[in-house]
């Protein structure tokens, strides 16, 4: 297979040697370097250049090159996430990370209201505005010490404690005039140690506790601390699991705390996570990434029909979605639905769609071969689109 590696920078050299080691062969392009062209012809004529500095002439990229893409977004993400989506939504090539799952993992609130919704346990955390309230707002996080967080960043840099009320009160007042806003967060009390975990699909690769430096209580390696290789509960792995799946991430590093009582809260989702843990427990967890995106890409190009299986048991006030890039189906409630509908989910089954067209002529199945998905059309319509080049072939073809 040929991996598109979507990095900012160059790609870590593990990721290199887990594509090389699997036989796959790969390409790096710069999010920035990219220029993305929407057509204004229908959908299946969107492009992508190559638009790199030392480039005469930006050079096209050929979608089908590409058996999927790799994202290692680090700054500038909001444009990054754009690149991703046009590869991804416009062009059909299959990655394990969302360009929305990447932006919800990069604001801290976001990521926190979204696991709250899917029944994980976070820390109580209060926002505001305009903090008028201090008393209130610490009350509401079982007061001091507190954890404040800036939305935006990594590595423990905008982590810091409130101690004092004399110091949540001029913090808070100070970013509030900077216009900065900041989350309120209560303080676990975890003994300075924190736990890593990769989530690949869904298995967590490897995990690490971390504990912090001395005098500190932030356990980022990057601030410094250590970390030694952990096998986690069935438990903790499942909520791991499932906090990268509720920011639509198939591939993320999330970071868990247990409290005195040993209760697991999560703490974030990071949609680029670090490679020290790779150095520290030994664990190429690039090399689960790859066998993953490989295994995915193969079941969406071998697949012959979209399940409409679990269509019969939606019950009352679900929906059963279905993923245009991942081919799996899904019960969810309304509300999931609406919040995930951006990541390629759709209510739209194509395999339970009308076998008849308006005008009586008979649907053929034929394959969307960016998506791996059956659409019906008629022969009209797929020779229509053979004329055009488009994306499908017939499923005898294939
Ligand atoms: N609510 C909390 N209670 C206690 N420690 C925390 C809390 N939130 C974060 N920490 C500590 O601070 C570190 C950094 O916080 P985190 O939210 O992961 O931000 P970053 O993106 O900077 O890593 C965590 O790894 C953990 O050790
Ligand atoms: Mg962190």
Redesign the pocket.
């Known amino acids: 297979m040929n991996f598109l590696l979507l990095c900012t920078g160059s790609p870590s050299k593990h990721l290199v040697q887990a594509i090389q080691k699997a036989g796959h062969t790969y390409e790096v392009h710069e999010p920035t370097d990219l220029y993305l062209f929407v057509s204004k012809s229908e959908s299946g004529f969107d492009q992508i250049y190559n638009g790199g500095a030392t480039l005469e002439e930006p050079v096209k990229l050929q979608a089908k090159s590409y058996h999927a893409v790799i994202s290692r977004i680090g700054a500038n993400l909001p444009h990054g996430a754009s690149i991703l989506r046009h590869l991804t939504e416009n062009l059909g090539i299959y990655c394990a990370q969302t360009p929305d799952g990447l932006e919800t993992a990069s604001n801290?609130l976001k990521t926190t209201q979204r696991l709250s919704t899917r029944g994980l346990k976070v820390?109580q955390t209060v926002y505001a505005h305009d903090p008028r309230h201090i008393n209130f707002l610490i009350k509401k996080v079982g007061g001091l010490p507190a954890?404040a967080?800036l939305l935006q960043?990594?590595?423990?840099?905008?982590?810091f404690l409130l101690e004092t009320p004399l110091a949540a009160n001029t913090a808070l007042e100070s970013f509030y005039k900077l216009s900065t806003n900041l989350k309120i967060?209560?303080?676990?009390?975890?003994g300075?140690?924190?736990i890593?975990a990769i989530v690949v699909g869904d298995q967590v690769a490897v995990a690490m506790e971390?504990t912090?430096n001395k005098g500190d209580?932030?356990?980022?390696i990057s601030q410094s601390?250590s970390g030694r290789k952990v096998e986690l509960s069935e438990a903790d792995k499942k909520i791991c699991v499932e906090a990268a799946q509720a920011v639509d991430l198939r591939f993320a590093g999330v970071?868990i705390?247990k409290d005195e009582s040993g209760a697991t809260?999560v703490?974030?989702v990071?949609g680029n996570p670090g490679t020290k843990i790779i150095d520290i427990t030994g664990h190429n967890y690039f090399i689960s990434l790859i066998d993953f995106v490989a295994k995915r890409v193969q079941k969406i190009q071998g697949s012959s029909s979209v399940n409409s299986s679990s269509a019969s048991a939606q019950q009352a006030g679900t929906v059963t979605a279905y993923n245009a890039y991942t081919q799996e189906s899904r019960t969810m409630t309304a509300a999931e639905f609406s919040s995930l509908q951006h990541d390629g989910w759709t209510t739209q089954s194509y395999a339970s769609s009308q076998k008849q067209s308006p005008l009586g002529e008979n649907k053929i199945e034929v394959i969307d071969y960016y998506s791996g998905s059956i659409v019906l059309m008629t022969e009209t319509e797929f020779r229509e689109q053979e004329r055009k080049g488009g994306h499908y072939k017939r499923k005898a073809n294939y």
């Open positions: 801290k820390p954890v967080k960043g990594s590595q423990g840099k905008g982590v967060q209560k303080m676990i009390k975890g300075g140690k924190d890593r971390r912090a209580f932030r356990a980022n601390g970071d705390m809260y703490i974030e990071n």
